[in-house]
Nanobody, 119 residues
Framework: QVQLAESGGGLVQPGGSLRLSCAAS????????MGWSRQAPGKQRELVAV???????NYADSVKGRFAISRDNAKNTVYLQMNSLKPEDTAVYYC?????????????WGQGTQVTVSS
């Protein structure tokens, strides 16, 4: 069984920073991509950032230059450094990953962590 556990959300003022972490655990054989999505109230979930196992990255236009995704493959952990936060970044942030066990390859999702940007 594989689980993703997120941490690092909270309340921050506009212009502030937060760092989200997501650790994968369980019977992991290999992790392909790891990434972050978010869902604001009344809106569809959107991709924020993703990183391949080789280190290639892709970002939503709305966060380019402000957010940075990174991975620690030895710890099966992905991070999202969020700088210059804006009120429109307020959302529940979800970690997801494509993980292979000995028998399956599928997408996994974390439970989500709330990020609120407000003065």
């Amino acid at each position: 069984q594989v689980q993703l556990a997120e941490s690092g959300g909270g309340l921050v003022q506009p212009g502030g920073s937060l760092r989200l972490s997501c650790a994968a655990s369980g019977s992991i054989f290999n992790i392909h991509y790891m990434g972050w999505s978010r869902q604001a109230p009344g809106k569809q979930r959107e991709l924020v950032a993703v990183m391949s196992s080789g280190g290639s990255t892709n970002y939503a236009d709305s966060v380019k230059g402000r957010f940075a995704i990174s991975r620690d493959n030895a710890k099966n952990t992905v991070y999202l450094q969020m700088n210059s936060l804006k009120p429109e970044d307020t959302a529940v942030y979800y970690c997801n990953a494509a993980i292979a066990t000995l028998t399956t390859l599928r997408d996994y999702w974390g439970q989500g962590t709330q990020v609120t940007v407000s003065s």
